[in-house]
Nanobody, 123 residues
């Protein structure tokens, strides 16, 4: 069983910064792509940023130049540095990862979600 635990959300004024962290734990063999999604009230969950195991990144147009995704493979952790925050960035942010985990002598790859962390940007 694999768990993703996010931290770092909170309330910030427009123009401020926050750093989200997501740590994966369990019988992990390897982690492939990791990403951050967000969901505002009444809206669908959308991709914010993703990063491959090799470090290639991709961003939603709305956050390019403001957000930076990174990962520490030794710690099984992904980060999202959010700068120049805007009220429209307000949402619950979810961590996502494709994880190969052990089950006895075998392993399987599954997609996992964190529980979400609230980010609120006041104007």
């Amino acid at each position: 069983q694999v768990h993703l635990v996010e931290s770092g959300g909170g309330l910030v004024q427009a123009g401020g910064s926050l750093r989200l962290s997501c740590a994966a734990s369990g019988q992990i063999r390897s982690i492939n792509a990791m990403g951050w999604y967000r969901q505002a009230p009444g809206k669908q969950r959308d991709l914010v940023a993703s990063i491959t195991s090799g470090g290639s990144t991709d961003y939603a147009d709305s956050v390019k130049g403001r957000f930076t995704i990174s990962r520490d493979n030794a710690k099984n952790t992904v980060y999202l540095q959010m700068n120049s925050l805007k009220p429209e960035d307000t949402a619950v942010y979810y961590c996502n990862a494709d994880v190969a985990s052990y089950s006895g002598q075998y392993f399987s790859t599954d997609n996992y979600w964190g529980q979400g962390t609230q980010v609120t940007v006041s104007s």
